[in-house]
C-alpha cells in the first residue's frame, strides 16, 4: 500500500483528495495531510513513511518547491507530485528542479490524479499534457550565452532562486537589502539574457551553475 502524504490548502480540494486516496480499491492511504509547507516540513523531517508526496505550490507560509526540496533530501526514494493551478515557467520549472516527478493542474479528475501516483511510484513522470509541451519545449533553447561573467555574488543569488527562495528570503540569507537583492537580478538577467526567474533557472542549470 502506498504512504501518500497531501500538502493542500485548499480544505474542500484537500477533502476530496483524501476521499479518493483513501477509497478502500485505491491501494493507498493517508500517511499525513498538511495545509501549510512548514508543517509538512517539519513532518518529513522526523523521517516517517511516505512514497509520495502530493504537493500544492501556492502554500501560505513556505513554496511548494521547499517542501519538495525537502522531500529528495529526506526521503530519496519518495516522490514528489506536484498538484496545482499554476501552468507557467516561473512555478514549472523550478519545481521540477527541485525534484518533482511529475506535475498536475487542478482540473484533473480523481481517476487521473490516482493513476498518477501509480504512475509515479512506479518510475514514471506524469504530466498534464499542455505541461508536457512546455517541458518539451524548454529544450528547443538555444545554447546560453553569458555577455560578461556573473559574480560570487550573483552566483549566490541564482543559486538560491534555484532552489525556490523568494527575493525576500534571498536578502535576508544574504543578508542584503531587498533593493540590492532586485539590483543583483537585473544584473544577472542583463548577463544571462533571461527576462524572468523560471528562464534564469534553467540557463543557470545549462551552464552547469546548478545541479536539480
Known amino acids: 500500500m502506498l504512504n501518500v502524504v497531501v500538502v493542500e490548502d485548499d480544505s474542500s480540494l484537500l477533502a476530496s483528495v483524501r476521499q479518493a ?9 493517508i500517511a499525513g495531510a498538511f495545509s501549510r509547507g512548514g508543517e509538512a516540513i517539519s513532518w518529513l523531517q522526523r523521517q516517517k513513511p511516505v512514497d509520495c508526496a502530493l504537493v500544492d505550490l501556492g502554500l501560505p507560509d513556505r513554496s511548494g518547491v521547499e517542501v519538495l526540496a525537502e522531500l529528495r533530501s529526506t526521503h530519496p526514494t519518495a516522490v514528489g507530485l506536484v498538484f496545482t493551478i499554476f501552468d507557467d515557467d516561473e512555478h514549472l520549472f523550478p519545481a521540477l528542479q527541485a525534484g518533482a516527478q511529475g506535475y498536475l493542474l487542478k482540473d484533473s479528475t480523481s481517476e487521473v490524479l490516482l493513476r498518477s501516483i501509480r504512475e ?39 543559486v538560491l532562486l534555484c532552489h525556490g527562495a523568494s527575493y525576500d528570503a534571498a536578502a535576508a540569507r544574504m543578508q542584503v537589502s531587498l533593493s540590492t537583492i532586485q539590483a543583483h537580478v537585473r544584473s544577472t538577467y542583463r548577463k544571462l539574457a533571461v527576462s524572468s ?9 545549462r551552464l552547469g551553475l546548478f545541479v536539480p
Open 21 to 29: 486516496i483513501e477509497a478502500p480499491e485505491s491501494g493507498m492511504r
Open 120 to 158: 509515479a511510484a512506479a518510475g514514471g513522470a506524469p504530466m498534464t499534457p499542455a505541461v508536457a509541451r512546455k517541458v518539451v519545449r524548454r529544450f528547443w533553447a538555444p545554447p546560453v550565452v553569458q555577455q560578461e561573467p556573473l559574480t560570487a555574488r550573483e552566483r549566490e543569488l541564482l
Open 197 to 205: 526567474k523560471a528562464e534564469a533557472v534553467s540557463a543557470a542549470v
